[in-house]
């Protein structure tokens, strides 16, 4: 059941303790309440201040669902409360939670495992199709290729992606390749065209899977549902190459290691594993409240020293690269075509679904902008690439 989303205008905010202590927190990253810069906030209810104070990025999240704010540039906003550090000056006790949460339970068990299919991935396919580029690749574009530099593509940058992985991986006809949370298969999908690979997915999204298949055409490529932890028992031999793009945010650090002899085991000894993924700056710290709680369920990002620890004695780290800041041009055109498709969709989500998925789109956005998220490709092999590896042009 949609929630009332509270009416919206101008309020007379009191002169009261703690908005008082709000809006010095938010001048500490020069962001005013009622200010006329895209990135100040129009505050709507004046119980807005305590909201957040009592729960950080969590009330801060929900109460702009809610409709007790609004903001001409939420991504500038977010960014410039990052860049100030404030999550870091506002404890909550949701935040806490989760910290205790994850060194105490393995909060990504297999019992776990589908509920993010469920609450996410399988929002739609349609849905899916209106945000996304036709490839339906849901993970950060390369916007670094000059073929879509200027003209701001987004099926163009996520062309370029998929190929820049292609020839990390060194793709050659006949080679088997095996997509570790494939999505609705686009990587698959370009690398039997352009290389003649023989593509095998992974996927617990149901609605993903049945997307791909319907799609696969002559690629002959092969999709499983199911979790990664059961495809050493489905699976039969090794393969050339393996790929897992968008999907490690999932796996949580006390199953790292498990993951990495997973893909080591179905790895041929002179194979190359490319692991795409979102990371964080820091060790320890705990999944955001709201993220874990409306947008990805049981979702942990790792840091590049719980990867580096993981994969110590399985796979030598032939290359690192980091092209975090162009998760933020991505989000923001996923953005724009949210919002231009919206109109279908508002009789089956609902407002507050729509701003909730404004706010994770356009926070997120922020969130790179800021550099407090990263986005690494590694190269691995499992003993050394002999002469050493060159990252491709």
């Not at 105490?104 to 929002?123: C, G, K, P």
């Not at 990664?228 to 999907?247: A, I, K």
């Not at 006390?254 to 490319?274: C, D, I, K, S, V």
Request: with cysteine; hydrophobic share 40%; proline share 4%.
């Amino acid at each position: 059941m949609d929630i009332r989303v509270r009416p919206q205008g101008p309020v007379a905010l009191p002169a009261e303790p703690r908005l008082e202590r709000f809006r010095k927190l938010l001048a500490k990253a020069d962001v005013e309440i009622g200010g006329q810069r895209p990135w100040d906030m129009q505050v709507h209810d004046a119980e807005t201040a305590r909201r957040v104070l009592a729960h950080g990025s969590l009330g801060l999240g929900e109460s702009y669902m809610d409709g007790w704010w609004d903001c001409a540039a939420v991504d500038q906003l977010v960014e410039r409360l990052l860049r100030a550090h404030l999550e870091e000056q506002v404890s909550s006790p949701e935040t806490l939670l989760l910290a205790i949460e994850s060194r105490l339970l393995n909060r990504q068990s297999l019992a776990r495992a589908w509920t993010v299919a469920r609450e996410h991935y399988d929002l739609g396919n349609d849905f899916f199709a209106a945000m996304l580029d036709p490839e339906m690749v849901y993970s950060c574009a390369w916007w670094g290729d000059k073929a879509c530099a200027d003209d701001g593509d987004l099926a163009a940058a996520q062309v370029a992606k998929l190929d820049l992985v292609c020839r990390k991986l060194g793709l050659q006809p006949g080679m088997r390749l095996l997509d570790i949370g494939c999505g609705w298969g686009g990587l698959m999908r370009h690398a039997a065209r352009q290389y003649g690979v023989h593509g095998t997915g992974l996927t617990n999204s149901r609605q993903q899977a049945e997307w791909a298949e319907a799609h696969i055409g002559d690629s002959g490529a092969r999709v499983l549902l199911g979790d990664w932890r059961c495809l050493e028992s489905e699976l039969d031999g090794r393969f050339d190459r393996v790929v897992s793009v968008g999907m490690f945010e999932h796996v949580g650090h006390a199953n790292y290691r498990r993951f990495f002899e997973t893909a080591h085991a179905l790895l041929e000894p002179g194979g190359l594993f490319l692991l795409h993924t979102i990371g964080k700056n820091h060790r320890g710290r705990a999944t955001d409240p709201w993220i874990e709680k409306y947008i990805f369920p049981n979702g942990e990002l790792p840091a590049i020293g719980e990867i580096a620890d993981a994969c110590e004695g399985l796979f030598v780290i032939e290359d690192a690269h980091n092209f975090g800041a162009d998760y933020d041009r991505t989000l923001m055109a996923w953005h724009r075509r949210f919002e231009d498709a919206w109109p279908a969709f508002a009789g089956r989500y609902g407002e507050r679904f729509r701003r909730m998925w404004r706010y994770y789109l356009l926070s997120s956005a922020g969130s790179f902008r800021a550099r407090h998220n990263q986005l690494w490709q590694l190269v691995l092999s499992p003993g050394g690439v002999s002469g050493g590896y060159r990252r491709p042009a």
